[in-house]
């Protein structure tokens, strides 16, 4: 009954506890001094943290396989980095292709003018005014660009398009990874 308490107990911290503190609990068990100089600096590995949520609370979790690898899922920092890499990948590839779609731009513009007809050679008709205006002009174009055969825009998207692949590939990857420690764990915390 003991054993039974203290896997769940560590289950419960190994999902919960943010990156930082399970570095320190490395260091209590007598981790080598590569992997306590490490705590605190991005080499850590994201794996071996969570993003806490919720209140601590001094009881115990009684947790099934599911709810234990659905916390795993949800908290895992490096699970969650991987997700975000993914949209960020995905990001990448809309601009890349927005380089191949047509670009409209506008522009307006209003002025108020004053015009010399001396400028223009009109000096010779009797009670014409030398100076015409003010006046306003108001001019408004749409502009219409479409590149018709951009090689470097087709390497880019078809580069980024592969880059978002991979990384959804990285994503189902860490995802089974996290399953299948917190599997792991969770069985290895009932046989004891």
Known sequence: MKSSWLGATILTLCLCIPAGAQVASLEDQ???SSQTSMAGTRGQNPFLGGVPSGEATPSVLQLTLKEAIDRGLKYNLGLLLSEQGTREARGARTRALSDLLPKVTWQTSETRQQLSLQAFGLTSFPGLPTIVGPFNVFDTRAYLS???????????????SEKQKAAEYSYRDSRDLVVLVCAYLYFGAVAD
Not at 147 to 156: E, G, S, Y
């Open 146 to 160: 479409q590149p018709i055969l951009d090689f470097h825009a087709i390497r880019n998207t078809r580069a980024e």
């Open 30 to 32: 007598g981790a080598s």
